[in-house]
């Protein structure tokens, strides 16, 4: 995740690809991480279970970014139920401005 120096998200990425900025970028995310279970699904269905998404925020994010992005990895409201993707969430090494 990529901020500018205000702490606006300027760029989102889920493995390499650039989802955006705003709040599309969070639906993306949500979607490419649905996706990418599925296709785990297709291999191993427990494997969705043992999945675990790595958040690397820029220094200068806004944190109410940092939590739509929790949020799009966690899962979604479909029918008044949450449908969860991934449980496990962990975060990379904080680094210095970039």
Do not use: H, W
């Not at 995740?1 to 970028?25: I, K, P």
């Not at 649905?34 to 675990?52: F, I, M, W, Y």
């Amino acid at each position: 995740m990529e901020s500018d120096a205000d702490g606006n998200l300027t760029a989102l990425f889920f493995n390499g690809r650039d989802l955006g900025s705003g709040s599309r970028a969070f639906e993306g995310l949500n979607l490419a991480v649905r996706n990418a279970l599925e296709s785990l699904k297709g291999v191993d269905p427990t494997n969705a279970d043992k999945q675990e998404v790595e958040i690397d925020p820029a220094y200068e994010l806004d944190y109410k970014n940092i939590i739509s992005a929790i949020s799009a990895c966690s899962g979604k409201m479909e029918n008044g139920r949450l449908i969860r993707y991934i449980s496990r969430i962990k975060f990379a090494p904080i680094r210095a401005q970039r």
